[in-house]
């Protein structure tokens, strides 16, 4: 079922492995027009890791994600994904960055006109998966967001909840070895939001996928980060409370003004809420 | 003033850039097939009806108005050799395409518009594709295949409507018609009813893409692109067809 990658260096493989630096934002600066986005930004994600950002709105969350996947493009700065420098490289040059990048967008931006089955299996369709194998793949997907009956659905049939699971679903269909969420689950009911949680968990601890989550739901942030999947039996999975190790593999980082206002683990976070009327203000 | 020379100028840069990367698109791979014969069937059998009937109505008014005028200098025999001119030359591109910019051209910038608010274009380039690929190129593609096509359709039916009402209402025999409609074309109307098309097919859908891929402002700015898209592939029609008339006129006459 796996979906063939580029062949690497062996050096780059160990580089990238479990800890290795998979992101990595050096000073990056960008402004529209006369407002500046984002100030000077600096921050590594390590493999297998998950980053939460956090910040009110316009604070430059999502932007940072579209600058991961080069859909913009840095005033100034370095940005290095997966080995590679992303942010003087072409469109083209991107298609082949992207192939190990997977991003879940606000409200899902799934395709209107195809089906669940066509939307999930889109990438593998462009990467020229035969058929039998990306249908195959597609329906373990969806059987992983717990969406296999839907798969003959059009996104218009679906709830906002199951819409966000498919894009997932579409997402990891690649197997990317990145996930970028960006509001994954804003506006959705609180039960709906903790199984779009558990979604982003198993694909961290269960799929080894690095994840990058932008929000401003507090609640599903500290879910995220404080919560480990496990493997029970063949089939099932359980969530349990993390280990203060397991934990620390989860950072915060919290924009304020284009600048990062904050950036530790959710004890650390919750630490400096106390000295910091900002971070109170946000998390009260 | 200033601001919008600037703002002008932005737009005409990213149009052509635009154009420049669907010119590309044409000869690297990867082709979406599929997707050039879903725009033929959406742009050009869906245009059909709407453009069958201009052709129609524009020949039979044509014929009426013409035959009025030629009475009064005892000519009504002749009127098949002025509606094929008008036809061939300028009416039948020209209305065809002003049709197709009414009915594609709104399409295209609503469908791309609603796709770019909605992220969908975004999610195509996370996904590793090329919206100018995927997109842009089969609708241009398909505009420069189907308006040349569905203009000869127009113009067909515009003789035909014609005919019916100048054998019917001016009492001119079919023959007479016919023989005046072919002696009052020259080969040149002729190639210059064929290749005008081309131009104006292209600047229909090009300008369609643009603004739909320019889209800001979510469904309100979705409204306005659709009305800038007409307005700006309409005006641009008549623009281009004159410019195209001036240069075949010079080339062939």
């Known amino acids: 079922m796996a979906v063939e990658r580029e062949p690497r260096s062996a050096l780059l493989e160990e580089a990238l492995g479990p800890g290795g630096p998979i992101v990595v934002f050096d000073k990056v600066t960008l402004a529209f027009d006369e407002k500046v986005i984002l100030n000077e930004i600096s921050f590594t994600l390590k493999t297998g890791h998950t980053k939460v950002f956090l910040g009110a709105s316009g604070a430059g969350k999502s932007t940072i994600l579209r600058l991961i996947l080069g859909l913009l493009k840095p005033d100034e700065g370095h940005i290095f994904v997966n080995g590679e420098r992303v942010d003087n490289m072409t469109e083209d040059e991107l298609m082949a960055v992207r192939g190990d990048l997977g991003m879940v967008f606000q409200e899902g931006a799934l395709f209107d006109s195809l089906t669940v089955r066509e939307n999930v299996g889109y990438k593998l369709a462009e990467q020229r998966v035969p058929y039998e194998q990306a249908n195959a793949r597609v329906e373990e997907v969806l059987g992983f967001v717990r969406l296999a009956e839907f798969i003959d659905r059009k996104p218009s049939e679906l709830s906002g909840g199951q819409r966000r699971r498919v894009a997932i679903a579409r997402a990891m269909a690649a197997k990317p070895r990145i996930l970028l969420y960006d509001e994954p689950t804003t506006g959705l009911d609180p039960i709906t939001a903790i199984t779009i949680d558990e979604e982003i968990i198993k694909l961290r601890d269960l799929e080894a996928v690095s994840s990058i989550v932008v929000t401003h739901q507090l609640r599903d942030a500290f879910y995220v980060a404080e919560h480990m999947a496990l493997r029970e039996g063949r089939d099932g999975v359980r969530f349990e409370r993390a280990p203060a190790s397991k934990a620390d593999e989860a950072e915060f980082i919290m924009l304020r003004d284009g600048r990062i206002a904050f950036e530790g683990n959710a004890t650390d976070l919750r630490d400096v809420q106390k000295h910091d009327p900002y971070i109170e203000a946000f998390l009260s | ?253």
């Open chain 2, 1 to 253: 003033m200033v601001e919008w020379f600037k703002a002008s100028l932005l737009e005409l840069q990213e149009y052509l850039r635009m154009v420049g990367r669907a010119g590309r698109a044409t000869v690297t791979r990867p082709f979406y097939y599929r997707d050039i014969i879903e725009q033929l069937d959406t742009i050009g059998v869906g245009s059909m009806t709407v453009v069958l009937l201009t052709g129609m109505f524009t020949g039979m008014v044509l014929a009426l108005q013409s035959g009025i005028t030629l009475d009064q200098f005892g000519a009504r025999s002749m009127v098949g050799r002025l509606v094929s001119a008008s036809m061939v030359k300028e009416l039948g591109p020209v209305l065809t395409a002003l049709m197709v910019a009414g009915r594609v051209g709104s399409g295209i910038a609503a469908e791309l518009g609603s796709m770019v608010v909605t992220d969908q274009i975004a999610a195509l380039r996370a996904l590793g594709t090329d919206p100018i690929r995927k997109l842009v190129l089969p609708r241009i593609l398909a505009g420069l295949i189907m308006v040349p096509f569905l203009t000869c359709i127009s113009v067909a039916v515009g003789l035909l409507g014609a005919w019916v009402i100048t054998m019917t209402q001016l009492q001119v025999a079919s023959g007479v018609y016919w023989n005046s409609v072919v002696t009052g074309l020259y080969i040149q109307d002729v190639w210059m009813g064929l290749i005008k098309p081309f131009f104006l097919g292209f600047v229909i859908v090009s300008i369609g893409c643009h603004v739909g891929l320019r889209t800001s402002g979510g469904t309100q700015g979705v409204g306005r692109s659709t009305t800038n898209a007409v307005v700006a592939s309409s005006v641009a029609v008549l623009v281009v067809n004159f410019l195209v008339t001036k240069a075949l006129i010079f080339l062939m006459y």
